[in-house]
């Protein structure tokens, strides 16, 4: 590795000057310059005097000063993540940790204030060493594993980052790709998953796949078949324990009435929906409903203590399998009855 | 030379005599030169001129896409042959491309094959753009993969033909040793990759920022110089160890990435890039700057011994750092002697009232 300063100045001093150095704009005046720089300082001093003067004549608050510096706060980690330029390490995966954080604080606000997650079992993951994670997958938009990768990173007293495993559909799309794998996804191939969990990370997988997300809403909370078991063969050979995952409440985001299969058809896509919303609305059909939503945790199935050899044994890894999937349906059931409704 | 004298043992002694094909691009004369301490007898046989001379080598004009190679391996009765002769980064059309890689190979196995042969050892390059690269594949490619895109891109289908090649010959002549060396892409040398690169505004596909495995040359070197030397029969994938992404390798040149091509479509992408920055990108090089690929280097480490030097990101550091001393230096000599003559050339027309012909046009 070269000392990245050298090397920054002597390409500064390579090129022509007028690319490296951004042209100048019109001077400002020195009053404007002072503005300029005082200007959030100003905006949030005003804010918080705003604040004040509505508790007083309302009697509760209005403006919730916490949730103004969170945005600060973010607008600042983006001017610090901008200022790294090349200067930073993904790991193999290309996965880009600290800027993944930054962006977890938005998906903090909508698991704590849209769809109000209630998250239990989270001491079920080990703070250390490799963990599959499993878990149903609904809605027709994989919210659920955001949620459940921030559920991991905010509640848990020791913060870490969920790998999840996405179908290979999604990694021919622009802008999508880039950003699932930036923020440490990857293909769902047995290979990656093993290698994944060889480096002790958590990895997030969802046997149904694309079946699950693609069931209208007359199918909710029923489980789809877990593909072929192929998840409890890569446990086995990595040794890492299986821990079941149950999502309440991703079922209702897109209550999806109909496929057009198709359109489907012709746009490469698995399912093309039909929900109260989409496509009569437009863009915002794509907005998810609030509904309310809980995550649970199992206890971990220890399926590392079967010798790799173990993976081989069809009857064992389908034997394991349906444990799996049992242990998740009888968490929907669990915390259905645990909800008072869908979206309270 | 009869057949007695061939050892019973499949694991060959030392290299003896060393033929190296393909000695006149730079990695052939890099391997020429870390292998003639070791060698008692090195040939090198290439269609051009060597690069650089060496002493220590017989160096003889011979085309593998001619037969008569077979003929040369056998005359020269070489234990061993490194063939380097294999294009994959060319700008050389297809067809000549196919006639390298297949053809000729095909005539060095001629050459080694059979009941008289001498050869005991076979290293061949090989190349990532075996592997292809496509939205479906895994995140690391292992040896044991093959390219799932189909259609496939021309070099890649050229390099599954020659492997399927040496695979059937290695299975026919148990008494040789075969190395598949499949090295990553490298940038050091006047490559398409690295000439993409180093472009001031780096037109990239819409929507996609892949991940880049590199390879330094030295370390290519090194690890075909390992596999002569050793006893390494097998496939082996040859890469820098760690990735760096496009965005990150285009902002350590200083350069800026500009995401204009259309994200589906590579070869609209592939015309806009020859209209927009005359760079002549080859169909499975798109792939790579769409998708990326990245291979998995854990077989070599485990049976060599060894791994990469360079971490990818130290390989394009390394370039970045060449391009810009490239850029202080002083022109190089001759555009300064051309920058002489043309000089000289005005001076003399202004003496005699006349207009100074352009200096290209004199040269021709």
């Known amino acids: ?344 | 030379m009869t057949s007695e004298s061939r050892p019973e043992t499949l694991t060959p002694a030392r290299p003896n005599r060393v033929l190296v094909t393909g000695v006149s691009n730079p990695l052939g004369a890099e391997v020429a030169r870390r292998l003639a301490p070791h060698v008692p007898h090195l040939f090198g046989c290439d269609r051009k001129d060597p690069t650089s001379a060496l002493e220590e080598m017989d160096f003889v004009h011979a085309d593998t896409r001619h037969v008569a190679i077979g003929k040369l391996v056998r005359r020269l009765k070489v234990d061993t042959v490194v063939h380097l002769a294999v294009m994959v980064d060319s700008p050389q059309d297809e067809r000549s491309i196919h006639e390298t890689d297949v053809i000729g190979t095909m005539n060095i196995l001629a050459g080694c094959s059979g009941p008289s042969g001498h050869v005991r050892r076979l290293i061949v390059k090989s190349s990532q753009a075996i592997y292809g690269a496509g939205p479906t594949d895994p995140s690391f490619f292992s040896e044991d993969m093959t390219n799932s895109e189909w259609p496939a891109p021309s070099v890649t289908r050229d390099l599954l033909d020659m492997e399927q090649l040496i695979t059937e010959f290695a299975v026919r002549n148990q008494s040789c040793s075969v190395s598949v060396m499949r090295l990553g892409f490298r940038v050091s040398e006047d490559t398409t990759l690295a000439r993409y690169l180093s472009l001031p505004i780096v037109p990239t596909f819409a929507g996609f920022d892949p991940r880049l495995q590199l390879l330094h040359e030295e370390d290519a070197a090194e690890a075909i110089v390992r596999a002569v030397l050793g006893h390494h029969p097998g496939v082996f994938n040859v890469a820098a160890g760690g990735v760096v992404l496009l965005s990150q390798a285009i902002a350590i040149m200083g350069g800026r990435p500009a995401p204009i091509l259309p994200p589906y479509g590579r070869w609209i992408g592939r015309l806009a890039l020859r209209a927009l920055a005359r760079v002549e990108m080859q169909a499975h090089l798109a792939d790579v700057i769409a998708f990326g690929s990245v291979m998995d280097c854990s077989k070599l480490e485990a049976e060599f011994g060894w791994k990469a030097a360079y971490t990818s990101r130290a390989v394009i550091d390394g370039l970045a750092r060449g391009k810009t001393l490239e850029v202080i230096e002083a022109p190089s000599p001759p555009q300064e002697y051309e920058l002489q003559v043309y000089l000289q050339r005005r001076r003399r027309a202004n003496r005699n009232g006349q207009r100074a012909a352009p200096v290209l046009e004199a040269h021709r």
């Open chain 1, 1 to 344: 590795m070269i000392e990245a300063k050298t090397a920054k100045q002597r390409r500064k001093a390579s090129q022509p000057a007028e690319i490296v150095k951004p042209r100048p704009g019109p001077e400002l005046m020195k009053s404007v310059k002072r503005l300029q720089r005082q200007a959030p300082l100003l905006a949030f001093q005003g804010l918080s005097e705003l604040s004040v003067r509505l508790r007083q004549l309302t009697g509760r608050d209005v403006i919730d000063l916490n949730r103004v510096m969170e945005v600060a706060h973010f607008v600042y980690k983006q001017q610090q993540l901008a200022r790294r330029g090349p200067n930073y390490e993904v790991d193999d995966f290309g996965f880009d940790p600290q800027w993944t954080e930054s962006f977890l604080s938005v998906f903090t606000v909508l698991y704590r204030d849209y769809w109000r997650v209630e998250t239990t079992g989270i001491e079920n993951v080990p703070a250390t060493g490799r963990a599959l994670l499993v878990s149903n997958h609904a809605g027709v938009l994989p919210w659920d594993g955001t949620m459940i990768k921030t559920a991991v990173f905010a509640e848990h007293p020791h913060p870490r980052h969920v790998r999840a495993l996405v179908a290979n559909l999604f990694m021919g799309m622009p802008m999508l790709s880039w950003f699932l794998r930036r923020t440490g996804q990857t293909v769902g191939h047995p290979d990656d998953t093993r290698r994944l969990l060889e480096r002790d990370e958590l990895v997030l997988v969802f046997p149904e796949g694309v079946r699950g997300t693609g069931k209208g809403f007359k199918d909710r909370y029923r489980l789809r078949r877990f593909g072929r078991g192929g998840f409890v063969a890569t446990a086995i050979k990595s040794g890492a324990p299986i821990i079941p995952v149950s999502v309440v409440g991703s079922e209702e985001i897109y209550p999806m009435v109909a496929d057009l299969a198709p359109v489907a058809r012709f746009l490469g896509l698995p399912y093309f929906p039909i929900t109260p919303t989409w496509p009569w609305l437009g863009p915002l059909g794509m907005i998810p409903l609030p509904s309310k939503w809980r995550i649970q945790f199992h206890a971990p199935i220890h399926v590392e203590k079967h010798p790799p050899e173990a993976a081989d044994d069809n009857n064992l890894v389908m034997a394991l399998a349906d444990e799996v999937r049992d242990t998740i349906q009888q968490g929907i059931y669990d915390n259905l009855k645990l909800r008072r409704g869908v979206f309270l």
